[in-house]
């Protein structure tokens, strides 16, 4: 091979960050680092617990020094690093309803010490979209609420605590998901916004994380005919460079949303997506939460080697590419050695936080239950972001508290059964999540009510409808947002 080839390996190699299967480094990823890979992603199937995660990141290291290590923690509904218990940390619309920016700060701050601990150098995260469409089948709770400037002030605080505990944060997902109905995962969102509404709406929260001095962005593959009526976000030079570098004055790391997502694989293919994305002004491939392995990440090194040998993609574009991704690594070896652990005694700050979120609407705003009660939640499907594996509600959190609680999770096929026989004239409790947006659920609940209109509904996902003579938001479904909603319903 000659040093040419090897130099483009190299440098496709740099802008890669693709994931793989396992608690350690596997042999290909291993030797993959020796060769020049930039970096990888760590998802759910990555993670055990925190000595675990600083032992694979370790091994990592041990190949390549500067290895960018990138997980996509957002400390809410969606988490990689707590997937298979639920995050102890309220995530952004909670925050957004108590709207403390020093609360935000903190729970980023909080957050990004575990990352950096266990050897993580970049949270793609925070979601700086405004969900100002309810019914968003993705983003949702992720968002930190319907209103620019509260994302935009949210935004800029999640970054400022993050960073400052020495990891980077990437801001996604550019130019802005939350006025969608489609997924991005399964196909092509189109944002139907002028350039005025543009700039009035999706736009705030990004020129906020660019203030902020954000590390990176990421992409959306979002169609915005606005700025470019043929290619989407994540494939379009007149997005990423002209608005958001030459516009907004962005000079940090650009990075694909997962590169093997339907809204792009299915039109242009794998390697037609990563080829055109580096074109457009993208400095890193992100891949590997569906295809995890040496094939398809030889198969986009070796698209991209290609696609600078054909002319298609100048050697000059890749090269900047990498530079940017070098920088990175460049910056987040110095803010680790600068950053100084923050721990604050007493209540942990993600709880106290979740706490503060949680909001009683109805008869009875002091909520206090009379016995151990009967507890219903109702499961909706999850999308891809958040993942089949984090669990969620308020049962278990409850049998803790008042011994003796019983429950059931029904599914939209599951709601036919008696699910009230079990209550047995005991207090009745319902966990819906997003019910506006489930005519099952919300059926389901409608007819508990009128059984049943003692019941207490507790609604851990956007509250946009309020039903029930006493109910209660924790505007999230991790972890601390139930912890947070059985201490109400307990009385304590």
Same mark, same amino acid.
Request: net charge negative.
């Given at each position: 091979?000659?040093? %040419?080839?090897?130099?483009?390996?190299?440098?496709?190699?740099?802008?890669?960050?693709?994931?793989?299967?396992?608690?350690?480094?596997?042999?290909?990823?291993?030797?993959?680092?020796?060769?020049?890979?930039?970096?990888?992603?760590?998802?759910?199937?990555?993670?055990?617990?925190?000595? @675990?995660?600083? !032992?694979?990141?370790?091994?990592?290291?041990?190949?390549?020094?500067?290895?960018?290590?990138?997980?996509?923690?957002?400390?809410?509904?969606?988490?990689?690093?707590?997937?298979?218990?639920?995050?102890?940390?309220?995530?952004?619309?909670? +925050?957004?309803?108590?709207?403390?920016?020093?609360?935000?700060?903190?729970?980023?701050?909080?957050?990004?010490?575990?990352?950096?601990?266990?050897?993580?150098?970049?949270?793609?995260?925070?979601?700086?979209?405004?969900?100002?469409?309810?019914?968003?089948?993705?983003?949702?709770?992720?968002?930190?609420?319907?209103?620019?400037?509260?994302?935009?002030?949210?935004?800029?605080?999640?970054?400022?605590?993050?960073?400052?505990?020495?990891?980077?944060?990437?801001?996604?997902?550019?130019?802005?998901?939350?006025?969608?109905?489609?997924?991005?995962?399964?196909?092509?969102?189109?944002?139907?916004?002028?350039?005025?509404?543009?700039?009035?709406? /999706?736009?705030?929260?990004?020129?906020?994380?660019?203030?902020?001095? $954000?590390?990176?962005?990421?992409?959306?593959? +979002?169609?915005?005919?606005?700025?470019?009526?043929?290619?989407?976000?994540?494939?379009?030079?007149?997005?990423?460079?002209?608005?958001?570098?030459?516009?907004?004055?962005?000079?940090?790391?650009?990075?694909?949303?997962?590169?093997?997502?339907?809204?792009?694989? %299915?039109?242009?293919?794998?390697?037609?997506?990563?080829? @055109?994305?580096?074109?457009?002004?993208?400095?890193?491939?992100?891949?590997?939460?569906?295809?995890?392995?040496?094939?398809?990440?030889?198969?986009?090194?070796?698209?991209?080697?290609?696609? $600078?040998?054909?002319?298609?993609?100048?050697?000059?574009?890749?090269? /900047?590419?990498?530079?940017?991704?070098?920088?990175?690594?460049?910056?987040?070896?110095?803010?680790?050695?600068?950053?100084?652990?923050?721990?604050?005694?007493?209540?942990?700050?993600?709880?106290?936080?979740?706490?503060?979120?949680?909001?009683?609407?109805?008869?009875?705003?002091?909520?206090?239950?009379?016995?151990?009660?009967?507890?219903?939640?109702? !499961?909706?499907?999850?999308?891809?972001?958040?993942?089949?594996? *984090?669990?969620?509600?308020?049962?278990?959190? +409850?049998?803790?508290?008042?011994?003796? *609680?019983?429950?059931?999770?029904?599914?939209?096929?599951?709601?036919?059964?008696?699910?009230?026989?079990?209550?047995?004239?005991?207090?009745?409790? +319902?966990?819906?999540?997003?019910?506006?947006?489930? /005519?099952?659920?919300?059926?389901?609940?409608?007819?508990?009510?009128?059984?049943?209109?003692?019941?207490?509904?507790?609604?851990?996902?956007?509250?946009?409808?309020?039903?029930?003579?006493?109910?209660?938001?924790?505007?999230?479904? *991790?972890?601390?947002?139930?912890?947070?909603?059985?201490?109400?319903?307990?009385?304590?």
């Amino acid at each position: 091979m000659s040093e %040419t080839s090897r130099d483009l390996l190299r440098l496709a190699g740099a802008v890669l960050q693709p994931g793989f299967e396992g608690k350690l480094p596997p042999t290909w990823v291993r030797r993959w680092l020796g060769e020049g890979l930039g970096g990888v992603a760590l998802f759910g199937r990555n993670f055990a617990n925190p000595a @675990q995660v600083a !032992e694979l990141t370790a091994a990592l290291r041990a190949e390549r020094p500067d290895v960018i290590v990138a997980v996509d923690e957002e400390a809410g509904d969606v988490t990689r690093f707590e997937t298979w218990q639920g995050s102890s940390r309220p995530g952004n619309l909670a +925050l957004g309803a108590v709207d403390d920016v020093t609360l935000t700060e903190a729970v980023a701050r909080d957050l990004g010490h575990d990352l950096a601990e266990a050897g993580i150098t970049l949270d793609y995260a925070p979601d700086a979209d405004v969900n100002n469409n309810p019914d968003n089948p993705v983003i949702g709770v992720r968002a930190f609420g319907a209103d620019p400037d509260l994302v935009a002030r949210h935004t800029a605080a999640w970054i400022t605590g993050l960073q400052s505990a020495g990891v980077a944060a990437c801001a996604k997902h550019f130019p802005g998901h939350g006025d969608t109905s489609v997924d991005s995962h399964v196909d092509v969102p189109r944002i139907g916004s002028t350039r005025a509404e543009l700039d009035e709406t /999706e736009l705030p929260p990004f020129r906020a994380a660019i203030a902020a001095g $954000v590390q990176a962005v990421m992409t959306g593959h +979002l169609l915005v005919p606005a700025v470019d009526p043929r290619r989407p976000a994540t494939l379009s030079r007149r997005v990423l460079t002209d608005l958001l570098r030459d516009e907004l004055g962005f000079a940090g790391t650009i990075i694909t949303d997962g590169i093997e997502m339907r809204a792009l694989r %299915t039109r242009y293919g794998l390697e037609g997506a990563a080829v @055109q994305a580096l074109a457009a002004g993208v400095d890193a491939i992100c891949v590997g939460g569906d295809h995890a392995d040496e094939a398809t990440a030889a198969r986009l090194r070796d698209a991209i080697v290609a696609a $600078v040998a054909a002319g298609e993609l100048p050697e000059e574009r890749l090269a /900047e590419a990498a530079k940017r991704v070098e920088q990175l690594a460049a910056w987040t070896a110095q803010a680790r050695a600068v950053a100084v652990p923050d721990r604050a005694g007493g209540v942990p700050v993600g709880l106290a936080g979740a706490r503060r979120a949680v909001r009683v609407t109805g008869a009875a705003t002091a909520v206090a239950l009379a016995a151990a009660p009967h507890v219903v939640e109702f !499961e909706p499907p999850r999308n891809f972001a958040i993942g089949p594996e *984090t669990p969620w509600g308020v049962a278990m959190q +409850l049998a803790a508290l008042l011994p003796g *609680t019983t429950a059931v999770r029904l599914a939209a096929e599951e709601v036919a059964t008696d699910f009230l026989s079990a209550a047995d004239g005991r207090p009745l409790v +319902l966990v819906v999540r997003d019910v506006h947006r489930y /005519e099952w659920m919300a059926g389901a609940v409608a007819t508990a009510l009128a059984a049943r209109p003692d019941a207490i509904v507790v609604e851990m996902g956007v509250p946009a409808s309020v039903v029930g003579a006493t109910h209660v938001a924790t505007y999230g479904a *991790t972890r601390a947002n139930g912890e947070a909603a059985a201490e109400v319903l307990a009385g304590r």
